[in-house]
């Protein structure tokens, strides 16, 4: 089982996106996919509305979700922990406490060849926003997943 964690700042736009999206591309019998935020600010709360309505409208249901954040055992718990910008990055890697835990940290669109680094916050934004990184979410994943079956 390989073991995939979507991070991002609060855990209701960006990575309950990436997780869902994620989950959809791979067998559940041989991959697990989780989120968390670095911030407490969501903590069981559901995905941002505009989130589970751009993930319903491509037929990925994300509603049951809810926030946690991400925590030192997590380093344990999962493979591969992807970060949705610079900022999850850093602060992620800090919480490392070897070299090995922090090298499952990587920068979800650094591995990919679509040439942006990172996934923008839509959460202040419009509807459209929700709508971009759905897409540049999916192309990312679309990627990953196939280098990883
Ligand atoms: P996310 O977006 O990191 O993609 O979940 C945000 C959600 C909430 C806040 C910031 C970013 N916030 O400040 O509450």
Redesign the pocket.
Known sequence: MTRILMV????????PLAHGIMESKLPSDRFYVDSA?T?N??IGSPP?KRSVSVAKKYGIDISMQRGRQFKHSDFEDFDIIFT?DSSNYVNVVRIARTQTEAGKVKMLLEETDLGVAEVP???YGNDSGFEDVYHLLDKACTQIAKRLL
């Open positions: 991002c700042l609060g855990n209701i736009c960006r990575s935020g911030a600010y969501h941002d949705m916050d839509p959460y």
